[in-house]
């Protein structure tokens, strides 16, 4: 028995490996960042897929949602449960109400920027992300999610730039594993 969990304590650590290493994007207090993803030593966004018809702004995956992250100010939930919420975004007045970095202007007569966020109860992360018309002014957003089985509570963030959006379009937000 003792070492059945010796084994699984070590399975759990190497799986934890990657999320002490800071492989993700979050940022040290003071320093910014434009539009442009991460470094190009950042492995997690380096390996970040994003369709064609969209920009990625930014990404955060983390242990905590409001410990000195990017983003503030969300609907995120202290309970234990899953879930995944969108926000838009068409002017910098409601924009830098709730993201606290620094950023190069956008264009908002042409641009749209949209915020998928969630929890996890693993260590899954945002591997991808898709933006596609269906019809009638209706889009979704996907956000593919790669799953992982060292359990944590994990907080996502997605933010990508898409074309502008009419005011009364209909954004549905899906996450696939």
Sequence with gaps: MKKILAISLTLTALLMLPACQKENNELAPGETKSQEPA?????AVREFTVGDNIVLFGYENAGNPGNGRNWVNLEDSMDTGEY???????????????YRLEYD???????????AYGMRLYQDRPMGVQFEQKENGEYVLT?????????????????VLVDKLEDNAVIELSTIN
């Design 39 to 43: 470094s190009k030593t950042d492995r």
């Design 84 to 98: 995944s919420k969108m926000m838009r975004f068409d002017d910098d007045e409601s924009l830098k109400q709730h």
């Design 105 to 115: 202007p956008i264009d908002w007569s042409k641009k749209t920027l949209l915020l």
């Design 143 to 159: 956000v593919e999610i790669i799953p992982n089985l060292a359990a944590a509570l994990n907080w996502w963030r997605v933010a």
